[in-house]
């Protein structure tokens, strides 16, 4: 079994240096062939969730193989995309070339109306729903893993690593306003840690919202916050893996006395129920059934019908039908490029 490759103290000889190297070979063949099997991006920290449960990582271990995670990206042992990476931090404006050869890239213009005409949606989805939905996860991996079901029933999907960013927030809020004012009951699903501040979110996000109620012209008075995830009976059954503290991400800990925060009702609730101990959420990558099925039961929850993203697509058609025939005859009509 693969176990994380550490150095002895002191200095190294030129076969302990070489043993060392070997291991760390051997750490990345695993990574690699892990991968292989996935089909979707996990965080550094998400790979330490996956070994762990394949053997190769203890909890304790954590900080040093993300540093090593990063060390083998860097030197070329692991692709440097071998991680997810958090999209705020793209580049814009990349300049882009297109195809030298005319007749081809005259094929790819055709291909590109085809696929405007076969993504032609002038109706929407939540037009004849009840509900109107937006999700947040704590953490990237979850954004990756929950994405193509969010995608399948058009519903906005963000980190709430972003949640402090004022533009983002009243963003989400218009979008409730729009749909509110539409008659329709607004959701927000909510998946994070098990931990004090993680279970207690759901008033933090509406008095975030409430700050920007005036700028916005929207109040989250009516908006229903459903915190889905992670819950103790999913970790229990689904046997993910404790953190044996209440570190927060300042380095302090809330489980000590000396925490400002230590004696408050949320943290002592806590304590009392769970102990001091946590899921961080990026514990779902290691079982990617379950944590898409949580996610869709979820959804379902609020919006009720499977097959609903379907029966949209089908009502689509006529609209799409009648855009192919426009585009159709516009050629046939000679019709000229503008430049």
Request: glycine residues 6%; hydrophobic residues 35%; charged residues 25%.
């Amino acid at each position: 079994m693969t176990t994380l490759p550490k150095r002895p103290r002191g200095r190294q000889s030129a076969e302990a240096e070489a043993k060392y190297q070997a291991e760390v070979k051997a750490f990345c063949e695993t990574i690699l062939q892990i991968t292989s099997t996935l089909n979707f991006k996990v965080s550094s920290r998400g790979w330490c969730y996956i070994l762990e449960n394949a053997g190769t990582l203890t909890k304790g271990e954590f900080d040093t193989a993300q540093k090593l995670i990063t060390e083998c990206r860097k030197s070329g042992l692991l692709p440097l995309d071998i991680c997810l990476e958090d999209s705020a931090r793209e580049f814009s404006h990349i300049e882009h070339t297109d195809n030298p050869n005319i007749d081809t890239h005259a094929g790819n213009i055709l291909y590109t109306i085809g696929r405007f005409v076969s993504d032609y949606q002038p109706i929407s989805f939540w037009d004849d729903k009840p509900v109107y939905i937006q999700m947040m996860v704590e953490k990237i991996d979850l954004r990756s893993l929950f994405s193509d079901i969010c995608e399948r029933f058009y519903i906005p999907l963000a980190n709430a690593r972003g949640w402090s960013d004022l533009n983002s927030r009243a963003e989400m809020m218009r979008r409730f306003r729009e749909h509110e004012e539409a008659g329709r009951q607004c959701v927000l699903l909510y998946c994070g840690d098990h931990d004090p501040g993680g279970l207690s979110i759901s008033g933090f996000l509406r008095s975030n919202m409430a700050e920007l109620a005036d700028a916005v012209g929207w109040s989250p008075e009516n908006l229903i916050i459903d915190r889905f995830g992670l819950n103790y009976d999913f970790i229990v059954s689904n046997r993910l893996s404790w953190i044996e503290n209440l570190e927060t991400g300042s380095g302090q800990r809330l489980d000590d006395p000396k925490h400002k925060d230590h004696n408050k009702a949320y943290v002592q609730d806590y304590l009392a129920k769970y102990r001091a101990r946590k899921v961080e959420a990026n514990a779902l990558v290691v079982n990617p059934v379950a944590g898409r099925k949580l996610c869709l039961d979820s959804i379902l929850r609020w919006l009720g019908d499977e097959d609903a993203p379907a029966i949209f697509e089908e009502s689509l058609a006529p609209y799409r039908d009648s855009l192919a025939k426009s585009v159709t005859g516009m050629i046939s009509d000679g019709w000229e490029v503008e430049r």
